[in-house]
């Protein structure tokens, strides 16, 4: 099973005149750690620190083009369990996955609307929000051709871009700002990690998640167990909702872009 991947570096804000191989080869080799990094989290459902360690598959450079500078990847999938959890999320689900992932820190929170892709994030990858913090280095990696050059990034399946990387999802990844103020909000839980006590709220069926942690590192009892029974209420269809006491982390643009977790009540 393989999929082919294409990363381009074309005009942004300044027009394109060549990849510096300095900027090129550190974007690059982030892009690699981010598919290695990601792509094991998926199929072995652990996180790894180190790329080396990553297993399952073999990811690979192919030729690259001329023109604005396009690099192809091959991602191939040469472990039989690899192969059979790829194979029951689909190639569409597994792409979900990945963009979900890459695309979460730097502003682009796509939705999973696959079934296979929806219940494997909620039941399977625990550690999806350890993931994500994972990936800060290797997206600050990405984006030096962007911060370098001024140029755009854009990751493509085949020819099908899937995300992008420019000035704006850089300075959403890099800037941030923690408000002074405590909302009350009423909120669900779509992700929930009970031994870490991190996870992801919505607002709505149709809304953008956005991850929350506790303030001080850890969660009561009382408020795991809320967060757990809205988690399953959702689970089986039910809009229930919990009353929590956050902090907003802000982008530079004002998008929120974490929950600091101060307090948790049952509606």
């Known amino acids: 099973m393989i999929f082919t991947l294409n990363v381009r570096y074309h005009s942004g ?27 094991h989290a998926i199929v072995n459902k652990e996180v790894k620190t180190q ?6 598959f073999d990811l690979k450079f192919k030729e690259a083009h001329r023109g604005s500078y396009i690099q192809k990847f091959t991602l191939e999938f040469t472990d039989a369990e690899a192969i059979r959890v790829v194979s029951h999320l689909s190639a569409a689900g597994f792409i979900e996955l990945l963009k979900f992932h ?11 609307v696959n079934r296979a892709a929806r219940r494997w994030l909620r039941d399977d990858m625990d550690d999806s929000e350890e993931l994500l913090g994972r990936l800060d280095r ?7 051709p962007v911060t370098g050059q001024g140029y755009q990034v854009t990751l493509l399946k085949n020819q099908t871009p899937i995300l992008s990387f420019n000035e704006v999802t850089n ?15 009423e ?7 009970i031994r870490t006590g ?12 956005t991850s929350f942690s506790p303030v001080h590192g850890n969660l009561s009892q009382r ?20 009353r929590v006491g956050v902090r907003r982390v802000l982008a530079r643009d004002g998008r929120t872009k974490h929950f600091i977790l101060q307090s948790v009540n049952e509606v």
């Open 138 to 144: 290797p997206l600050r990696r990405i984006h030096h």
């Open 51 to 56: 790329t080396p360690a990553t297993s399952g």
């Open 102 to 112: 890459l695309g979460s820190p730097i502003g682009q929170n796509a939705q999973i």
């Open 13 to 39: 804000s300044a027009n394109f005149n060549g990849l510096d191989a300095y900027y090129g080869a550190d974007s690059l080799g982030g892009f690699a750690e981010a598919l290695c990094i990601t792509t």
């Open 171 to 185: 300075d959403y990844l890099t800037g941030s700002e923690v408000s002074n103020r405590e909302e009350q909000l």
């Open 223 to 242: 408020s795991k167990i809320i967060l757990a029974e809205n988690l399953t209420a959702g689970a089986r269809g039910n809009d229930a909702t919990v």
């Open 198 to 209: 991190t996870g992801r709220f919505v607002e709505g069926d149709d809304t953008e998640s």
């Open 187 to 193: 909120l669900s839980v779509s992700r929930f990690n």
